[in-house]
C-alpha cells in the first residue's frame, strides 16, 4: 500500500489483496433452516433421507401390473377390477392379483405389485368412473411408467449443498426435503457504520446554512445487509475532535468486526479520519473513478477499518469494490464478484484517463434480444439522485479513452 499522502495511483487488485489479506472467517454456527436464508454454507449439507424417500406415482391414475395392460388400446380395452384405493400418505401396500389395479393419487407409495401407472386419462372413466371396474385404453409407454423410484434423485448420505454456497429458497427446500433440520453456517459478520461531516442531519430535519441530510448511513446499511452481515452500530461524527476513535470505540464493546468510515479519508483541511486514525490506517489513492481516496487497515484487536469517501457515489462504488468481497470473504463465500454481463452502450459518455470508471447504468430492455446499456448519471460522484435509478455499474477499463455508442461494456450487475 502507498504511504500515506503519496500521489502514487495503486491498482484496483492490489488494494483488494490488501483488504483481502487482512480478512479472517467468521466463527460457524448451527442454524435452524427456517432461520438459515440468505446466510451462507460452512459444512457440506448431506441428505438424511433418500429423495424420493419411497417409490411414488408420478400421476393421478391407476398402479397396474404392465404385463396386464401392455395391449390395451382404444379398439381392445383391458378391464381391471380396482381392488384398493391410495392416497397420498397412505401406508397400505395391497397386493394386486392378476387383472387388479389400485386407485392411486400423486405421490402416494406404489404397491410392491405394481410397475407402472395408467392416468386416469387413459381409461374410459377416468377419475368419475375410478372404483369397482375400470377399463384402460393405452397401456403405458413402457414397464415401470410413472413411477418415481426411490433415490433416484438423491441417495441417503450425498452431499448436496457445499460449503461456500449461499442459502436461497431452493436450497433451504432441497436440505427440508433430503429431511436436514438444521445448517452450519457463517455468523454474520458484525459493522458498525460511521458517517463523517458537520455538514449532516438527518434526514427530513431542517437545514441550516451548509447542511445536507445525511445518506450513506442508509445507503452502507442496506449494501452490508445485502452482503449477509448486519449492522450494530450505526453513527454521525463531526470533522472536528475525535470522533472517529470514539466510535471505534463503541463498535469494539458491541463486537464489530467491520468498522466502516465515510468521509475524511481525502486531501482537504478537515480530513477527521486520516487526521486521526493514520496510526490504524494507510490511505491510498487508487486507479479508479469514482473512489480514488480510500483507507484502509486494523485495529490491535483485529478489527477491520475501511475509510471510503463522502460523496454518495464513490462509497457505493467503494463498497462494491472492497468491502463487499470482503465481508464475503468472512462468510466464506466460494464467489466474492457480482455477476457481469457485456452490453452494447445506448450512446456515447466520458471516461477518466488513466483510471478505470464505475458509472451507473441502466438497462434498456424495451428489446428482449438486444439489451443496451444506459448512463444513470453524467457521472459525478455526488449525485445520489441518479445513484437511485441505476441497477448496475458499467466499467470501463482504465485504458479506455471512451465509450462510443454501440461499444461492448462490462456490466456488473447489483439488483
Known amino acids: 500500500m502507498s504511504p ?8 484496483i487488485a492490489a488494494h483488494l489483496a490488501t483488504v483481502l489479506g487482512a480478512v479472517s472467517p467468521v466463527d460457524p454456527v448451527r442454524t435452524p433452516l427456517a432461520a438459515a436464508r440468505g446466510r451462507t454454507l460452512r459444512e457440506p449439507v448431506r441428505a438424511a433421507v433418500d429423495i424420493p424417500v419411497f417409490d411414488n406415482s408420478a400421476m393421478d391414475g391407476f398402479a397396474v401390473r ?52 395408467v392416468p386416469f386419462e387413459e381409461t374410459v372413466g377416468g377419475l368419475a368412473d375410478s372404483l369397482g371396474e375400470i377399463s384402460v385404453l393405452r397401456a403405458p409407454r413402457t414397464d415401470g411408467a410413472h413411477i418415481r423410484r426411490r433415490g433416484d434423485d438423491v441417495v441417503a448420505g450425498e452431499e448436496i449443498l457445499v460449503p461456500g454456497s449461499v442459502l436461497g429458497a431452493l436450497q433451504l427446500a432441497a436440505a427440508a426435503a433430503a429431511g436436514v433440520p438444521d445448517v452450519v453456517v457463517s455468523r454474520m459478520p458484525r459493522i458498525a457504520v460511521v458517517s463523517t461531516g458537520s455538514e449532516l442531519v438527518a434526514p427530513g430535519a431542517p437545514l441550516g446554512p451548509g447542511q445536507i441530510p445525511e445518506s450513506n448511513s442508509e445507503l452502507l446499511a442496506a449494501l452490508v445487509a445485502d452482503a449477509g452481515a448486519e449492522v450494530v452500530l450505526r453513527l454521525s461524527v463531526s470533522d472536528e475532535g475525535d470522533g472517529p476513535r470514539e466510535a471505534i470505540g463503541a463498535a469494539e464493546a458491541l463486537g464489530a468486526d467491520v468498522v466502516v468510515f465515510t468521509g475524511g479519508v481525502s486531501a482537504g483541511a478537515y480530513e477527521v479520519v486520516k487526521n486521526t486514525l493514520g496510526d490504524s490506517m494507510a490511505f491510498t489513492k487508487v486507479r479508479m473513478q469514482p473512489g480514488k481516496p480510500q483507507g484502509f487497515g486494523q485495529t490491535a484487536s483485529g478489527t477491520l477499518l475501511f475509510g471510503l469517501p463522502g460523496n454518495p457515489v464513490s462509497a ?13 470473504r468472512m462468510q466464506g463465500r466460494s464467489d466474492l464478484g457480482r455477476p457481469v454481463i457485456a452490453l452494447p452502450a445506448a450512446a456515447g459518455w466520458r471516461t477518466p484517463p488513466g483510471r478505470t470508471q464505475y458509472l451507473p447504468v441502466t438497462i434498456d430492455r424495451s428489446d428482449p434480444r438486444a439489451w ?22 458499467a466499467i470501463v477499463p482504465a485504458e479506455v479513452s471512451s465509450v462510443d455508442a454501440g461499444d461492448l461494456v462490462d456490466v456488473m450487475l447489483i439488483s
Open 4 to 11: 500515506n499522502g503519496s500521489d502514487e495511483l495503486v491498482d
Open 66 to 117: 404392465y404385463a396386464d395392460v401392455a395391449t390395451a388400446s382404444d379398439d381392445r380395452p383391458v378391464r381391471l377390477s380396482v381392488v384398493a384405493d391410495l392416497p397420498a400418505g397412505t401406508a397400505l401396500d395391497p397386493p394386486l392379483a392378476p387383472g387388479e389395479a389400485a386407485r392411486i393419487m400423486t405421490g402416494s407409495p406404489v404397491p410392491t405389485a405394481a410397475t407402472a401407472i
Open 316 to 328: 457505493a462504488v467503494s463498497f462494491e469494490v472492497f468491502v463487499r468481497p470482503a465481508l464475503l
Open 372 to 393: 443496451r446499456v444506459v448512463a444513470a448519471t453524467s457521472g459525478g460522484s455526488h449525485l445520489a439522485g441518479g445513484l437511485g435509478r441505476a441497477e448496475a455499474y
